[in-house]
Every structure is written in C-alpha cells, then in structure tokens.
C-alpha cells in the first residue's frame, strides 16, 4: 500500500513510469505498477518533472512594486536607487507579508526551493530577519536559502564589513557580494577576496553578483575563480549574472571558461533580467548581456537560470514561472536544438539543484517524493507552453492544483474545445 501513484508519468529523460510514494519518499519508478494507493494521480502521458529550483532570487523586494514610485527610466541604476529610497520605510513584518504571499504563487507554479538574497545593506537588517523567519514559516512547502548580499557594496558602504558579520551570526546559508558596485576594479578584486576567506573561515558557500555589468574589461569572474581555488572553495562558489562575459574579448573568454571550469565554479545567468538591463548604454547595434551559456555548458560548468525579480524596483513583471525563465534563456542564447532546448529545462531543474546543493533532489527511488505534473508531454512542450502545473507534490502531499487548461470552441465545423498541449506531432 503506497500513499500515491502517479501513473502513466512521461520522465524528463524520455521514459514512462509509474511512480509510487511511501512516506515522504519515492518508494519505485516502474511501468505498470499494480500496488493500492491512498490517491492517484492519472499523469496520462503528462510530463512529471522533479520541482523547479530558483537559484537567484530577492525575496526582499518582491512584490514590491510601486513603493515608494515606479522605476521611471527602467534602469538598474535607478532600480537601486529606487530600492535605496524605499530600504528605510521597509519592516520586517511587512517583508514576511509580501514574501509569504510570493511564495504561495511559486508553489503553484511548481517552484520547491529558493535561493533569495537579503539586502545587508539596511543597517538594521530587518531583511536578513524577516527573511530568515520566512524559512521556518515555508519550510513544509519550499525549501530557502538566504544569502548575504550587500547591495551597496562590501566596502562602497559604510558598515559592510560589520553588517556582513552580523548577518553571519543570525544564520544566513551563503555568503554574497557585489564586486563591480564598488568603487574601483582595486576595491572589488579585495572584495572577492575578503568574502571567499570569510566563507572558507565558517564554512559557507559563495554566491556572489559578480560583472553584472557590460563592461567588457571588467575582471572579477576571473578573480572569484582564483579566489575560490585559494581558499580551496572548489564547487561551492556560484557566479550569479557574469554579463560582463558577453562583452568580453573572444581569446580573453577562451583563457577564463577552463579557469572558471577548474574552480568548479557554478554560473547564474538570470534571463528575463539580463535581456531587460543589459545593454542600457547601446544604441544599435544593443547587446543582449546574458553571459556565454553554451559556451559554459559546453565546458562542464553547471549553468542553472534564475528568476532574479518578479515585481520590484528593477522588474515589474514575472510570474514566478521558471518555464518562462527557460523560454527566454532559449530565445537570448539562441539555444533552440532540441537538445539546447533540453538543457534550458535542467538549468531550472536539475542544475539549480546541484548549485544549491540540495539532497534527495530527483525522480529515483529514495528521493523526497516532490514532484510536479504538467500539463505537457515532454521538455520542449513545457519549455513552449509555460505549462500549466496540474499537481503540485511535496513529500507526497497534493500541496497545489491547477485544472487543465481547455479551451471552448463556438465555431461551425471546428472542434468544440482546443487544447495547446495536444499541438506537437507525436514523436517531438
Ligand atoms: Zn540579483
């Protein structure tokens, strides 16, 4: 007697499996399992995914829109500046508020871990407070980890160092920075440096927003990799953005791909936000910003896509839907073979797994029974559609569901109902 059976599950590599739950945990994946169930799900050909993981997100800002003004120019530079004015108004009880309710639209969208950034910069770091009381509160549905991040620069503002070590205390899981924010290129390489030594000293990992900026000469990629090599960090530094590598010279990028290889760094392009603020200084021809993805994945280096901002200062769109971060990493990087396409799904799904570290991530035996059907046959198709999430499962549990979307159809001769997931020819 198992609690659940997803039956007639298509995997995301192509098989076709039942998949049975017992206690929390994936107990088989086989076809044709005959075994009672507390409850089915008939997945009927459907594509039932392991959760979608958000490697780069702040939970501090989101849903924030509008406070104190709208972002005017659009600009990353004014989105902090905007975020600046709106940073002392900010409680910790109104940030919890508005992540909560952040997080209740990210599970129904299938999201079940996320790497949020808190702003350190806010001397009273009631965004490390607030964010950190919403891990205890969403820890049954999605699993977060805060990272340190100070905004303003480690040493560009006052009281970095300092705020840094107190966020430490209270807790935070990784450790940030923003080298390219500070005041010269001097400045941000000590930065790195100082940063991967505090990490190595606690024992916590790295994810540091490092070049995100066109600056083709900018060098701090190349110096968190040699950072993270020194302080033996091997595997446990992500890069979040690396814009600046679009911009970079060609022999250049040739020499820092296997530097970043060798250092086992993981890299964070966020999609929806590189296209948006990169570029802002071109006329035409204007470059898209999104750092080097096949060229990073050709090389071994687990490349997983964030979401970064979904209504705030800097973004005041997105929708919590990792699919639509794939789709517009497809788009930027040009990946569309269906193999590109593939990868583009694994960089919301199994490659931010790996660059959070999680365990017990997957759709094995032994693995924590989180699951998410789609209403899509396979990758591509959900990559396509943003598909609708049918079932949302965690531990086993039913924790969200969205009905099929079908749509009527008053039309003399025509069908009487169109269904997009039905549109792909059979062997796509
Ligand atoms: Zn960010």
């Given at each position: 007697m198992f609690d659940l059976i997803a039956k007639d599950a298509n995997l995301p590599d192509g098989r076709t499996a039942d998949i049975a739950v017992k206690d929390g945990l994936i107990a088989a994946v086989e076809p044709g399992i005959t075994a009672e169930a507390g409850r089915t799900i008939d997945a009927a050909g459907s594509l039932v995914t392991p959760p979608f993981i958000d490697p780069h997100f702040h939970m501090d800002a989101t849903l924030s829109l509008g406070l104190p003004r709208l972002n005017r120019s659009g600009t990353l530079l004014e989105g902090i500046a905007l975020w600046g004015e709106l940073?002392?108004?900010?409680?910790?009880?109104?940030i919890v508020e508005r992540a909560l309710r952040y997080c209740d639209l990210a599970v129904t969208q299938g999201i079940g871990a996320i790497r949020t950034h808190a702003d350190i910069s806010e001397p009273r770091l009631v965004t490390v407070?607030?964010?950190?009381?919403?891990?205890?509160?969403?820890?049954?549905?999605?699993?977060?980890q805060v990272v340190a991040f100070p905004q303003d620069g480690y040493y560009r503002a006052p009281g970095g160092e300092?705020?840094?070590a107190r966020a430490i205390d209270m807790g935070v899981d990784v450790v940030g920075g923003i080298p390219h924010f500070e005041r010269t290129m001097a400045d941000g390489a000590r930065s790195v440096e100082a940063l991967c030594r505090i990490a190595a000293e606690k024992g916590l990992p790295v994810d540091m927003h490092c070049d995100e900026t066109d600056d083709p000469l900018s060098r701090h990629v190349e110096t968190l990799a040699a950072e993270t090599v020194r302080f033996g960090l091997q595997g446990r530094v992500a890069g979040s953005h690396l814009t600046s590598m679009h911009s970079m010279d060609n022999y250049y990028v040739s020499k820092l791909i296997p530097l970043m290889a060798e250092a086992g760094m993981h890299a964070i392009p966020n999609p929806l936000i590189n296209?948006?603020?990169?570029?802002?200084?071109?006329?035409?021809?204007?470059?898209?910003?999104?750092?080097?993805?096949?060229?990073l994945m050709a090389a071994g280096i687990t490349v997983s896509f964030g979401h970064d901002c979904v209504m705030d200062p800097w973004y005041s769109l997105g929708n919590a839907d990792m699919l639509e971060v794939a789709h517009m990493a497809v788009h930027v990087a040009q990946m569309t073979s269906p193999a590109a396409m593939r990868q583009a799904f694994e960089a919301v799904t199994v490659n931010s797994a790996r660059t959070l570290g999680l365990e017990g991530y997957g759709l094995a035996p032994g693995c924590k029974a989180d699951f998410v059907v789609l209403q899509a046959r396979d990758p591509v198709e959900a990559i396509r559609l943003k598909a609708t999430r049918l079932a949302v499962v965690r531990r086993g549990k039913v924790i969200a569901e969205t009905p099929r979307?079908?749509?009527?159809?008053a039309i003399?001769?025509?069908?009487?109902?169109?269904?997009?997931?039905?549109?792909?020819?059979?062997?796509?």
């Open positions: 940073k002392p108004m900010l409680t910790a009880d109104a407070e607030a964010l950190l009381r919403v891990k205890e509160l969403i820890a049954d549905y999605i699993d977060l300092d705020a840094m296209i948006t603020l990169q570029g802002r200084h071109d006329t035409y021809p204007k470059r898209r910003g999104m750092t080097r993805v096949p060229e979307r079908v749509s009527r159809l003399d001769g025509r069908p009487g109902t169109v269904d997009a997931a039905r549109y792909a020819p059979p062997a796509a």
